[in-house]
């Protein structure tokens, strides 16, 4: 992987709208299906696979999080403006109607602020701004905080692309492809660029700082993925796989060949097989990382004196509900 900084990015690939997604995905089969976001979690932790896709407890939100999804939608959304208006004002004129509009789909997220203060609301590196007009001070002070903290990743991204030369084929699209005639294969690319050769260039908008060794091959990962997926729908191996990192402003661009995809297929498959084996066997062991510090289960965990609940005996609707725990991009808390 090639990590760039603004002064070194190549040009931009501009490139007309292709196809969307729909006509990509492919109906759901009665067998095993995989998202990058629960692969990664067996990877991880099978233990952490079992209680998010099996008995499904609840996780806690962070603000990081949030603020992850508020900024993937605003970003998604700046692309439908004519391209001379894609500016960081225009950007930031979008964090607060964005904003409305999640906390309309989510009620909750109004009260996730309740016990944070401010400046930790902010996020690393941006200034704390008065109270928004028409709140509470207190209310006001840490939703402009949280707001602030969107508007400075939202600086990262225009240090790196300028937004007004670009086309992007496609935005938070869902793809999916059978592999093996068996496994479902499926998740969302936050945008996918097409040039008028017909190359293609995933990107991926990371809202965290650009990992260190240890966690750079669960992005990658995913970015394999998507990858897979694109080349066995389109027959296409996409040119560059490309990691936006905000917090930071850099950018991490990878590569593949046909080779590795194929081996990485065959990856994908020997997980699966290891994952319906851990369902039949309802034994899913724990695996301690560093990651552990971020799991919201750790009450459950043996490796933190927890206790397991027993296995989840489901009813005929949710056997029959997918469990593979493809989301939107942005809102997985390891991703």
């Keep these: 992987m090639t990590v760039s900084t603004p002064a070194q990015l190549d040009p931009v690939l501009p490139g007309s709208p292709q196809p969307g997604s729909p006509a990509d995905a492919v109906e759901r089969p009665a067998g095993p299906s995989l998202s990058p976001s629960r692969a990664a979690d067996f990877k991880t932790c099978p233990l952490l696979f079992r209680f998010r896709t099996i008995d ?30 894609r500016t960081p004002a225009a950007a930031a004129a979008l964090v607060a109607p964005e904003w409305a509009r999640l906390v309309e789909q989510e009620p909750a997220l109004g009260a996730l602020f309740a016990e944070i203060p401010p400046a930790e609301l902010a996020g690393d590196g ?45 935005r938070e699209a869902l793809v999916s492809t059978l592999v093996d005639d068996a496994l479902l294969i ?10 008028p050769a017909g190359d293609l260039r995933v990107v991926d908008y990371k809202t965290g700082g650009a990992p260190r060794e240890a966690f750079e091959g669960r992005a990658l990962f995913q970015l394999k993925f998507y990858a897979l997926v694109l080349w066995r729908t389109r027959g296409v191996v996409p040119k560059v796989l490309r990691l936006l990192y905000l917090k930071d402003a850099e950018v991490c661009d990878y590569s593949p060949d046909a080779e590795e995809l194929e081996r990485f297929e065959r990856t994908l498959l ?50 029959e509900a997918p469990i593979d725990g493809t989301a939107p991009a942005g809102a997985d808390p390891l991703g």
């Design 186 to 195: 499926r998740g969302y690319i936050d945008r996918l660029d097409v040039s």
């Design 270 to 319: 020997a997980l699966s097989e290891a994952i319906e084996r851990a369902k039949r066997d309802r034994d899913f062991r724990p695996k301690p990382s560093r990651l552990c510090d971020w799991c919201s289960h750790q009450a459950f965990c043996p490796e933190f004196g927890g206790t397991i609940p027993p296995y989840p005996e489901p009813s005929q609707e949710e056997s």
């Design 56 to 85: 499904r407890l609840p996780e806690r939100t962070t603000p990081d999080q949030v603020r992850g999804t508020l900024v993937h939608a605003v970003l998604e959304h700046l692309f439908d403006l004519p391209a001379a208006e």
């Design 126 to 170: 941006a200034t704390e701004q008065p109270a928004l007009d028409g709140m509470p001070d207190d209310e006001g002070a840490r939703l402009a905080a949280f707001l602030t903290g969107a508007g400075a990743l939202l600086d990262g991204y225009f240090a790196v692309e300028d937004p007004r030369r670009l086309e992007p084929a496609e």
